[in-house]
């Protein structure tokens, strides 16, 4: 029984410091992950300032693209819709092609520095892949 005593109680020490060291690393761990979230924050709030600050001046530039794009529609290489944008079953304007083509593809081409022109050209290009136009446009 003289040798089970010692052995128990280093095996208590053990047991005690190991418990120790799980609780330290779990604390060490929360507090990693409060940090991470708050750089996260910091990073999404100052992404948005910069977005914001790129998309100053760019209301022309959508409006143009807008109008552009309703020509594009009805004109022969485009959807060639009569009425453009306009969508006369609806009685409203095309607002997923205008989300789609002209804020979704125009406006990201934009803010990456692209020109107008590339901009249009990369509309023209996701026009042209859709099955609409393929339809309208398939050779008989």
Same mark, same amino acid.
């Given at each position: /029984? ?9 095996? @208590?020490?053990?047991? #005690? #410091?190991? @418990? ?15 940090? /991470? ?24 530039? $959508? /409006? ?40 979704? #593809?125009?406006?990201?081409?934009? #803010? ?9 050209? $990369? ?18």
């Amino acid at each position: /029984m003289d040798r089970s005593r010692p052995i128990t109680t280093v095996l @208590l020490v053990i047991v #005690v #410091v190991l @418990l120790g060291q799980v609780y330290y690393q779990n604390r060490r761990t929360s507090q990693l992950q409060a940090s /991470m979230d708050f750089q996260q924050r910091q990073f999404e709030q100052q992404v948005g300032k910069l977005a914001a600050e790129r998309l100053k001046g760019h209301r022309a530039d $959508l /409006m143009q693209a807008a109008q552009w794009l309703h020509q594009y529609y009805a004109s022969d290489e485009g959807l060639r819709r009569a009425d453009g944008l306009w969508r006369s079953d609806l009685k409203q304007p095309d607002f997923e092609a205008i989300g789609a083509w002209v804020l979704d #593809v125009y406006l990201n081409a934009r #803010v990456e520095g692209k020109t107008d022109e590339q901009a249009k050209q $990369l509309v023209r290009d996701a026009i042209q892949g859709s099955d609409e136009w393929r339809r309208l446009h398939a050779t008989k």
